[in-house]
């Protein structure tokens, strides 16, 4: 492997339905940084099946180039087929750098990718910079998010990471911004496939807002004391337009679902508001909101963690507060 045949960044843009999902478009804050500094291009990958609205925000938000793949086989997600595909991608244009947001599907296909190129992988990122001779420097937390750990991979290319969603803020978008779209024609190998999508299961908050896409979060954590409490939130959070977040611990206790836990083993976010009621603010939580344009914290115990990163610290009951935040934002609504 020549490194020096490698060049220019490239940001996977994760779709659903044809639609770009945020996480990629925020990845193309960064990797813009990344390319401006080696002054080399950023360009998008769009896998899926008509990706035709994915493929014109990947543009609107940043990018200066488009790699689209466009078939029925990549309607879902498949870590075989998508893995494939990016293969033959970079063994045709050779990135120097290769970043995908650390979802679900994008740990699955990066470990994939990784396996296939032969190349190292950084997982979670929440930082990266530029260094000597184009190698990036990712940086990580590690044991509980009590450490930074700074890492990169200088023996190969392209530089694989992914990156934790929320951490980076998309930016505005240019809908009058033009770039070149390359559309690649790849099928994937029937033994290459050796999985199949038999259904596909949505799973969003109550309100139908996806907690990692929502703009406000309303989380509750033990401190809540019982389940049923948890509805006093969603009367805040739906008048809000938000979604309901949730701890660790009040996953574990059977109080909510796991796909609205909140922070290293669960979603990362950055809201424009969280507001955190009954959450102590373990370290582990905070890994995973700590981006929120605006923090909220409603807890009775005084000297909670979580008021050291708060914006705004209420000491009290939540069960007092909540109501009476509800009655003050109804009454500015309606008038």
């Keep these: ?36 500094a080696g002054q080399e291009s950023l360009v998008a990958v769009v896998i899926g099946k008509n990706v035709d609205a994915a493929v014109k925000d990947a543009i609107a938000y940043g990018a200066d180039q488009v790699i689209s793949v466009d078939g029925d086989e990549y309607q879902n997600f498949s870590a075989d087929g998508y893995s494939y595909v ?7 244009y050779k990135p120097s750098v290769l970043l995908i947001g650390s979802t679900n599907n994008g740990k699955d296909l990066a470990a994939s990718a990784a396996c296939k190129l032969n190349t190292g992988l950084v997982a979670d990122c929440i930082a990266m910079v530029g260094g000597a001779g184009g190698t990036v420097e990712f940086t990580k937390r590690e044991f509980s998010g009590n450490l930074m750990a700074v890492c990169s991979v200088p023996e190969t290319r392209p530089q694989l990471a992914t990156v934790r969603p929320g951490v980076f803020k998309k930016v505005q978008p240019d ?19 050796k999985t199949k999508v038999v259904e596909v299961v949505k799973t969003v908050t109550d309100s139908g807002i996806k907690l990692e896409e929502a703009d406000v979060i309303v989380a509750g954590g033990r401190g809540l004391g019982k389940p049923e409490n948890f509805a006093i939130l969603k009367e805040l959070a739906d008048l809000l337009g938000g979604a309901i977040g949730a701890s660790r611990a009040a996953v574990d206790a059977g109080w909510i679902s796991h796909h609205q836990q909140v922070g290293q083993t669960g979603k990362t976010v950055g809201p424009q508001i969280y507001i955190a009621c009954g959450i102590s603010g373990a370290i582990q939580h905070l890994a995973g909101m700590s981006s929120s344009k605006t923090i909220i914290a409603i807890n009775k115990d005084p000297d909670a963690p979580i008021f050291e990163i708060a914006d705004y610290c209420i000491v009290g009951d939540f069960q007092e507060v909540i109501p009476a935040m509800v009655e003050e934002i109804k009454k500015v609504k309606a008038s």
């Design 175 to 193: 809908a009058a911004k033009t770039a070149e779209v390359v559309k690649e024609e790849i099928t994937t190998p029937a033994e290459e496939m």
């Design 1 to 36: 492997m020549n490194i020096g045949d490698y060049k220019n960044v490239w940001v996977f843009i994760e779709t659903e339905q044809g639609q770009a999902k945020n996480t990629g478009l925020e990845l193309l804050n960064p990797g813009a940084q990344l390319a401006a």
């Design 86 to 92: 990016i293969g033959k991608l970079v063994e045709k």
